[in-house]
């Protein structure tokens, strides 16, 4: 379980100290409207990074979808809502590169050199592979969820990004990227850069089933973008326990410390203090109804604002898209040069 206090900054000093030093790459994929897990996991990671001067890359992952199933479905209104997302939380445009994974292929040429730097066992045994497939709620997914990792070891190497603001749900991916940028640079000489992974306070904010992670896909999410009445439906309907006194204690009672915790990260305050201000399982709700509906007024205002100008939406996406694919291009120069491979 994490250390890291509620209301701490998450950037570390040495990215603070020089921030023209690093760059930061990090994103989502287009499966549905980005929830508060996604906003106290990394995005606010992300926009304290942007807003420090750090070169920001944020990749929507729309080809990345097809590994975890089939059929990618509406992923063009996926990625419209996510850019609101984006847009509302902070990110900018003319400070972040926000681009899609399918419009940049050099990015994606990186997959087979990186597949070959990994073994089946080792991609066997990683627990982010395994708990997408759980997530996925299928009784088969296709070969390609083998490739996820390597896929994502593309984003993050491909522009020689030094952090990664991610939930922890991905520490395991990252590992594996890590493991692929110093064995590219073993073999054949020094390409990549080895990033290293940015955890925030909030690393796995559960969803209101009060047992597994917030997610897109498992339909127990509390979206940014929920009106206040929706969120309080939500968090009324979350599962937590039957003994009605309220104190903080994750590993045996997950569903009311991560009540606990969202009140916390709403209100600038450590879990078991707000514990102690509570006199029950009703007020537990109702405070945290109040809080997160309080903390996300601002940035769900915007994002009506946002929403109504979609053109935006396109322009921004056809930037970003050519900003990573000049990138990507240098970096496939560098190793095809490097492999002494391809024309
Ligand atoms: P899906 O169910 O489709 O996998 P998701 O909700 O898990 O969607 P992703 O797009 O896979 O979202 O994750 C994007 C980023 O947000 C990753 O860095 C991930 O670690 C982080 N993240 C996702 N859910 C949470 C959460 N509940 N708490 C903290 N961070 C999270
Ligand atoms: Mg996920």
Do not use: W
Request: with cysteine; glycine share 6%; aromatic share 4%.
């Amino acid at each position: 379980m994490t250390t890291i206090a509620t209301n701490q900054l998450t950037v570390p000093d040495e990215i603070r100290s020089r921030p023209g030093t690093a760059r930061m790459l990090t994103g989502d994929r287009p499966t549905g409207k980005l929830h508060i897990g996604h906003y106290f996991g990394s995005l606010r990671n992300r926009v304290r990074l942007q807003n420090q001067g750090v070169d920001s890359l944020v990749v929507i992952a729309d080809y990345q979808v097809l590994t975890d199933r089939d059929i990618a479905a509406d992923l063009s209104g996926h990625i419209h809502e996510i850019v609101l997302d984006y847009l509302a939380a902070g990110i900018s445009p003319q400070r972040s590169t926000i681009f899609t994974h399918s419009a940049v292929p050099a990015l994606n040429q990186l997959l087979l050199p990186f597949l070959s730097l990994v073994s089946t066992a080792e991609l066997d045994r990683n627990p982010t592979v395994k708990e997408e497939i759980a997530a996925a709620r299928r009784a088969s997914v296709s070969g390609l969820i083998y490739t996820y990792p390597a896929h994502q070891a593309a984003d993050i190497l491909f522009c020689d990004a030094t952090v990664v603001p991610v939930g922890d749900d991905q520490l395991p991916h990252l590992e594996l990227t890590r493991t692929i940028a110093r064995r590219f640079n073993d073999r054949y000489g020094k390409v990549f850069t080895v990033p290293k992974p940015l955890l925030s306070p909030a690393p796995r904010l559960l969803g209101v089933d009060g047992r597994t992670k917030m997610s897109k896909s498992r339909g127990n999410a509390i979206a940014l973008s929920a009106t206040a009445d929706e969120t309080a439906r939500l968090i009324k309907s979350a599962v937590t326990d039957a003994d009605r006194h309220i104190n903080y204690d994750p590993a045996n009672r997950p569903g009311v410390s991560n009540l606990l915790l969202l009140i916390g990260l709403c209100t600038g305050q450590e879990p078991e203090q707000v514990a102690e201000s509570l006199s029950g399982a009703a007020d537990l709700k109702r405070t945290c109804t109040e809080a997160v509906n309080e903390f996300f007024a601002p940035l769900r205002r915007r994002r009506r604002e946002l929403a109504a100008d979609p053109a935006q939406v396109g322009r921004i996406i056809t930037e970003g898209n050519t900003r990573a694919r000049t990138i990507a291009d240098d970096t496939l120069d560098r190793v095809r040069r490097a492999m002494g491979t391809f024309a």
